[in-house]
């Protein structure tokens, strides 16, 4: 799934990008109950900003909350 939100991003959808940064937020991918899959605050930090910038409202408050807990 993270491949295509990836390629729907660049295409200034502010939802793909929001959905690609819970690819990699450790709250997300721990309520899907995935295995196998690595989180990375960083990474998520970097695309919630990016789905900010592009209207998302909802990706602010994951952004403070992995901010919170030291990603940059």
Do not use: C, F, H, M
Not at 25 to 42: C, Q
Request: hydrophobic content about 45%.
């Amino acid at each position: 799934a993270r491949l295509l939100y990836q390629r729907a991003a660049p295409a200034g959808s502010a939802e793909a990008t929001a959905a690609v940064a819970r690819t990699y937020d450790p709250e997300a991918l721990a309520r899907l109950g995935t295995s196998g899959i690595r989180p990375d605050p960083e990474t998520a930090a970097i695309w919630y900003r990016r789905a900010i910038a592009l209207g998302d409202t909802g990706s602010a408050k994951r952004l403070r909350l992995l901010e919170a807990n030291g990603a940059r």
